[in-house]
């Protein structure tokens, strides 16, 4: 494996809300995969070979006057990111049901536990839509359904699926570590029903699902939401996250063209979690 370079970018922030929300959806945007919220801002995270000097200069919220915003920049080795991640990385328990932790924190009491290795793979469960997507999951019947998890990170949401009864499930991501991440994890948690795939929605055709589970930024659910559709089976399920509570109409507009109708909708510090069928 290539040993990815990241730039990370140290933003403080005054005051931190609702400037820190908007701003990382501004850099979600732009093109920042990983975010990671402190006491005076947020540290953002894009790989190198996405970087450009411009990287900023549509990202709105700079220029405000309602805000101070200040950052610097650097260069970060994967191995550095994955010493910081676990340093920062604290297991959790979604509705006293399910577990996320590493394998050096103990085992919690609950029905679900997932043991995780924290690198680089964004969907830890620690950010509000995997929390969210958690808690669609754990609500559902997933026994015996095909079940597509796209953007699938670190692969939780695809092991929870299995956990809770599905079979088959594709666990896709297009990011090489976060395939990496998610064949480690699927190992360690003894998933038999998973295949972890390294691509895009290019990868779908063909295929179908009872349920489908995309947690992905607004602008590649809105250019891709043909294609997952496509793969959906009558009568099936489809959990979208990874964008704001204002976004759910331009969504809903999208989803609707096919037939689906909203079922449920979680919310966490203005971050949504959808569920269709």
Same mark, same amino acid.
Not at 176 to 192: A, G, P
């Given at each position: 494996?290539? &040993?990815?370079?990241? %730039?990370?970018?140290?933003?403080?922030?005054? @005051?931190?809300? @609702?400037?820190? *929300?908007?701003?990382?959806?501004?850099?979600?945007?732009?093109?920042?995969?990983?975010?990671?919220?402190? #006491? !005076?801002?947020?540290?953002?995270?894009?790989?190198?070979?996405?970087?450009?000097?411009?990287?900023?200069? =549509?990202?709105?919220? $700079?220029?405000? =006057?309602?805000?101070? %915003?200040?950052?610097?920049?650097?260069?970060?080795?994967? /191995?550095?990111?994955?010493?910081?991640?676990?340093?920062?990385?604290?297991?959790?328990?979604?509705?006293? %049901?399910?577990?996320?932790?590493? @394998?050096?924190?103990?085992?919690?009491?609950?029905?679900?536990?997932?043991?995780?290795?924290?690198?680089?793979?964004?969907? !830890?469960?620690?950010?509000? /839509?995997?929390?969210?997507?958690?808690?669609?999951?754990?609500? &559902?019947?997933?026994? +015996?359904?095909?079940?597509?998890?796209?953007?699938?990170?670190?692969?939780?949401?695809?092991?929870?699926? #299995?956990?809770?009864?599905?079979?088959?499930?594709?666990?896709?991501?297009?990011? +090489?570590?976060?395939?990496?991440?998610? $064949? *480690?994890?699927?190992?360690?948690?003894?998933?038999?029903?998973? /295949?972890? $795939?390294?691509?895009?929605?290019?990868?779908? @055709?063909?295929?179908?699902?009872?349920?489908?589970?995309?947690?992905?930024?607004?602008?590649? $659910?809105?250019?891709?939401?043909? /294609?997952?559709?496509?793969?959906?089976?009558?009568?099936?399920?489809?959990?979208?996250?990874?964008?704001?509570?204002? =976004?759910?109409?331009?969504?809903?507009?999208?989803?609707?063209?096919?037939?689906?109708?909203?079922? *449920?909708?979680?919310?966490? +510090?203005?971050?949504?979690?959808?569920?269709?069928?």
């Amino acid at each position: 494996m290539s &040993n990815i370079i990241y %730039i990370g970018y140290e933003f403080k922030v005054s @005051p931190l809300q @609702p400037a820190v *929300e908007i701003l990382i959806a501004e850099l979600g945007y732009a093109g920042f995969e990983s975010f990671v919220e402190n #006491e !005076t801002g947020v540290t953002a995270y894009i790989q190198k070979e996405e970087w450009q000097d411009t990287i900023l200069d =549509d990202v709105q919220i $700079l220029n405000s =006057d309602e805000f101070e %915003i200040t950052y610097n920049f650097s260069e970060i080795e994967q /191995t550095n990111w994955n010493a910081e991640w676990e340093k920062n990385f604290n297991p959790i328990v979604v509705d006293d %049901i399910c577990a996320v932790r590493a @394998p050096f924190h103990e085992k919690f009491d609950t029905q679900y536990d997932i043991v995780i290795e924290p690198k680089m793979s964004f969907g !830890t469960g620690h950010h509000e /839509t995997t929390h969210m997507m958690i808690q669609h999951i754990l609500k &559902n019947d997933f026994e +015996n359904k095909s079940v597509l998890d796209m953007g699938c990170g670190t692969g939780v949401l695809a092991i929870l699926s #299995e956990l809770k009864g599905a079979q088959p499930i594709d666990a896709i991501d297009y990011d +090489n570590w976060c395939y990496l991440n998610s $064949l *480690e994890n699927v190992e360690r948690n003894s998933c038999n029903h998973i /295949t972890v $795939l390294e691509g895009d929605a290019s990868l779908l @055709p063909g295929k179908l699902y009872d349920v489908i589970i995309a947690n992905i930024n607004r602008n590649i $659910l809105l250019q891709d939401m043909k /294609t997952y559709l496509s793969c959906l089976n009558e009568g099936g399920m489809l959990f979208l996250s990874g964008f704001y509570n204002s =976004d759910i109409p331009i969504i809903d507009s999208e989803v609707s063209k096919y037939g689906l109708k909203i079922q *449920e909708t979680l919310e966490r +510090n203005n971050w949504v979690a959808l569920k269709y069928q």
